[in-house]
C-alpha cells in the first residue's frame, strides 16, 4: 500500500541547532514533493517544493533534500529558533493520481 | 494572510444533522481544494473543483457533497452528521486545475464538532 511516514513524536531541539526532519514513503512515484508549516488550529502554509530531478533546495535557513532511491526526503532548519515551533507537514504530488497527498506531520518544539 | 477565506470559523451541531461549510479562494484561483484534519488521520483530501468543474476526488463520503460558483467560491455540505465528522475542514487554492505547477493555499480552515 502507499505510505507517507513521518516521526510521529515531538522533536524537541535546544536553540540555535540545526533540526532535521525525515518523510519516507512508500508506493509513490512523485513528481514533486513539499513542505508546509501549520501551526496550531491555523491553515499549513507552503515553505519548500523539490522537484523528482533535484538533489536539494534551500531558502534562507531552510533545506530540503529528495532521494528518489531511498524515497525519503529530509527537511532541515538551521540555526533553529523558538518561533520555528511547528508541525511541519511533507506532501506528494504524484502524476498519475493527479492529488497531493499529505503526511501526518511532525511536531517540532525549539527551546530556548 | 492566504487570502483564503474560510467560513464559519467554529461550529458545533448535533448528529444527524447537516451543515455548510464556505469557501473563497484567493483572487485569480480557479481550483479549490477541501481537506478534511483530524487528529489520527491527518490532512485527507476530499475534493477538487476547478472553475466550477469537480476536477478530483478523494476520501470523499458519500454523505458531503461539494461545489463551485460561478463566481468560484465552494462550499463543502456535510449531512447526517456522525460524531467521527468532528474536525478541521481545510479549504485550499491554486492557479491552476493540476498542481504540477506548485502550492496549494490554505485558509484558516472550519472546525466542526459534532456532539
Known amino acids: 500500500s502507499q505510505k507517507i511516514e513521518q516521526n510521529s513524536e515531538a522533536l524537541n531541539i535546544q536553540e540555535g541547532k540545526t533540526a532535521t526532519l525525515t518523510c519516507n514513503y512508500t508506493?509513490?512515484?512523485?513528481?514533486?514533493l513539499q513542505w508546509y508549516r501549520q501551526d496550531p488550529g491555523r491553515g499549513p502554509v507552503f515553505l519548500l517544493l523539490?522537484?523528482?530531478?533535484?538533489k536539494e533546495k534551500r531558502k534562507e535557513r531552510l533545506k530540503v533534500t529528495f532521494d528518489t532511491t531511498l524515497k525519503q526526503s529530509l527537511f532541515h532548519i538551521t540555526a533553529s529558533q523558538p518561533a520555528d515551533s511547528a508541525t511541519y507537514l511533507c506532501?506528494?504530488?504524484?502524476?498519475?493520481?493527479?492529488?497531493?497527498?499529505f503526511g501526518t506531520g511532525t511536531r517540532l518544539q525549539v527551546f530556548p | 494572510d492566504s487570502g483564503v477565506t474560510q467560513t464559519p470559523k467554529h461550529l458545533i451541531t448535533a448528529t444527524g444533522q447537516r451543515v455548510t461549510l464556505r469557501c473563497s479562494p484567493r483572487s485569480g484561483d480557479l481550483s479549490v481544494y477541501w481537506y478534511q484534519q483530524s487528529l489520527d488521520q491527518g490532512l485527507q483530501f476530499l475534493i477538487q473543483?476547478?472553475?466550477?468543474?469537480?476536477?478530483a476526488k478523494g476520501n470523499i463520503l458519500e454523505r458531503f457533497s461539494a461545489q463551485q460558483f460561478p463566481d468560484l467560491h465552494s462550499e463543502l455540505n456535510l449531512s447526517s452528521l456522525e460524531l467521527g465528522d468532528s474536525a478541521l475542514y481545510f479549504c485550499?487554492?491554486?492557479?491552476?486545475?493540476?498542481?504540477?505547477?506548485?502550492?496549494?493555499?490554505f485558509g484558516e480552515g472550519s472546525r466542526l464538532t459534532v456532539l
Open positions: 508506493n509513490y512515484s512523485p513528481a514533486y
Open positions: 523539490i522537484r523528482e530531478n533535484e
Open positions: 473543483y476547478y472553475n466550477g468543474e469537480e476536477r
Open positions: 506532501a506528494l504530488f504524484t502524476y498519475n493520481t493527479d492529488k497531493l497527498i
Open positions: 485550499a487554492s491554486s492557479v491552476a486545475d493540476r498542481l504540477n505547477t506548485g502550492e496549494l493555499f
